[in-house]
């Protein structure tokens, strides 16, 4: 927070902004690491949280990471750009047609796919690229859990007729499953625990297994963490892909409580007043974050409440239950997904020594902001 405040006063970063302890971040990653390492499991990280971000993706895989998982096909652009390492691609959403022979070209380690259709694409495009694609399935059942909008996958019903029609193409190779969300925080219990799904991808592979497929990868992604890691390698599970323990903003360590500690806050500033509260500029509210508090610098920290913004209104501004001066600096940390925001972020590094410094200034998906004058000299 001081570190943020700094900045922020400097003129080096500007309202809605993200502000990432890269430092902190890779403390983070390498306790997931070693913690996976010991259970035999293998990580793919997530970027998709911290906004696609290339140079703190780079770092993380410096830490020793496999490789990234591309949650969409604009996320493996984004990072192809960059000539980052893509490991899992497919898995929340498939990649166009259209692009199905420029991700094949970069050697993903793993495909997902969710129909017979998009492994026959995938097929033709590895045999003219003389080449040979793994794939995981996407699987369900109709007792799972799933988000609206990602409803998608082979049932286990129909996974022996699927794995036989995929075994007769050419270039491509059935090496296992995936599903998602497999673990989830439960708020009553104060633990992060296997969903219904979870039992879905075991039973999933089995099936795989009785059809003659070498299981590979079981990849069981969602709320994977130090606590997390433990019980997934106890199911069958070989892979998985942490996000927020990375940043250390995960549902189960809304009390600071986890090993992984918080790297990554929201700052933002006091807009404007209005019938008696406050409102601060917006941009990267994320409606399923769960956030209920701020704290307004004057001087000092005050702590104010956050009204709920609305899910069908645009996050222009974000209101406080207290009146506070125009331009007062506001931080705020809550469970977020900087891709789908309008928001900056800013990557620091030296906070621990007590020197701060700013490494650069993104997008939300990954681009670089050019330095304003404001930051000369930092």
């Not at 996320?75 to 166009?96: F, S, W």
């Not at 082979?154 to 995929?166: K, T």
């Not at 009146?323 to 030296?350: E, K, N, W, Y």
Request: hydrophobic content about 35%; glycine content about 8%.
């Amino acid at each position: 927070m001081d570190a943020a405040l700094l900045l922020w006063q400097q003129g080096a970063i500007k309202p809605d902004s993200y502000v990432i302890d890269v430092d902190q971040v890779r403390q983070n990653a390498s306790l997931l690491l070693e913690t996976a390492i010991r259970h035999g499991m293998t990580l793919y990280l997530m970027s998709k949280q911290f906004g696609r971000n290339p140079q703190l993706c780079k770092l993380l895989l410096e830490c020793g990471y496999q490789g990234i998982v591309a949650v969409d096909y604009k996320e493996a652009r984004q990072l192809y750009q960059h000539n980052l390492p893509v490991a899992h691609v497919g898995h929340l959403v498939q990649i166009p047609s259209g692009m199905v022979d420029e991700v094949i070209s970069r050697q993903p380690e793993v495909i997902t796919v969710y129909s017979i259709a998009k492994a026959r694409e995938i097929s033709a495009a590895a045999l003219r690229q003389q080449t040979e694609q793994a794939l995981l399935l996407k699987v369900w059942h109709p007792n799972d859990l799933i988000y609206p909008g990602q409803e998608a996958g082979f049932s286990l019903d129909e996974l022996p007729v699927v794995i036989n029609e995929i075994k007769i193409l050419g270039g491509v190779r059935l090496v296992g499953v995936t599903h998602f969300p497999c673990m989830l925080f439960d708020s009553e219990k104060g633990k992060t625990l296997p969903s219904p799904n979870l039992n879905t991808l075991i039973e999933a592979k089995g099936i795989l297994e009785r059809e003659g497929i070498r299981v590979e990868q079981v990849n069981g992604p969602s709320a994977t963490c130090v606590e997390s890691i433990p019980l997934l390698a106890r199911y069958g599970v070989t892979h998985a892909e942490p996000g927020h323990s990375l940043t250390g903003t995960m549902p189960s360590n809304q009390s600071g409580d986890q090993p992984e500690h918080v790297a990554m806050l929201y700052l933002t500033e006091i807009s404007h007043q209005h019938q008696g509260k406050s409102y601060c500029y917006g941009g990267g509210y994320y409606r399923r974050g769960h956030l209920n508090h701020a704290l307004v610098y004057d001087q000092q920290w005050h702590s104010s409440k956050v009204l709920n913004h609305p899910t069908d209104s645009i996050d222009y501004c974000l209101s406080l239950t207290e009146p506070f001066a125009v331009g007062c600096a506001v931080v705020m940390c809550f469970r977020t997904q900087i891709f789908a925001t309008r928001s900056d972020v800013a990557l620091v590094a030296g906070i621990h020594s007590g020197q701060p410094r700013l490494l650069g200034i993104y997008d939300s998906q990954g681009n670089t902001i050019p330095a304003s004058t404001g930051q000369e000299g930092l």
